[in-house]
C-alpha cells in the first residue's frame, strides 16, 4: 500500500498486527504491538490476558505509541481490513 510505506516503521507494525488480529484473531506480535492494536481496533479482548485493565494497557504504550494508536485511528483507519470506520 504506497499509504503505507511513508509512515513510520511502529505504525506499519501496529496496523500489520491489527489485520493479523482481524484476519485471525491471534498474533505472535510483542505485548505493546499488541495492545496497540488492541486500542486501534477498539477491542478490549485482543489485549494481552495479563492486560485486562483498559487504563493500564494504555499506560503501558507510553506517549510516543498513544500517539501512533490516536493518529492511526483518525487519519488510516482505512488500511485496516474489515474496521468499521
Do not use: C
Not at 499506560?59 to 494508536?69: A, C, I, K, M
Amino acid at each position: 500500500m504506497s499509504n503505507q510505506q511513508q509512515l513510520p516503521w511502529e505504525m506499519e507494525k501496529i496496523i500489520e498486527v491489527a489485520n493479523a488480529l482481524q484476519a485471525t484473531g491471534s498474533t505472535p506480535a510483542s505485548t505493546g504491538e499488541r495492545i496497540a492494536a488492541a486500542f486501534v481496533l477498539n477491542r478490549q479482548e485482543y489485549l494481552p490476558d495479563y492486560y485486562s485493565d483498559m487504563v493500564e494497557a494504555w499506560d503501558r504504550l507510553g506517549t510516543q505509541w498513544q500517539e501512533y494508536v490516536r493518529i492511526i485511528k483518525y487519519d488510516y483507519s482505512h488500511l485496516i481490513e474489515g474496521l468499521e470506520e
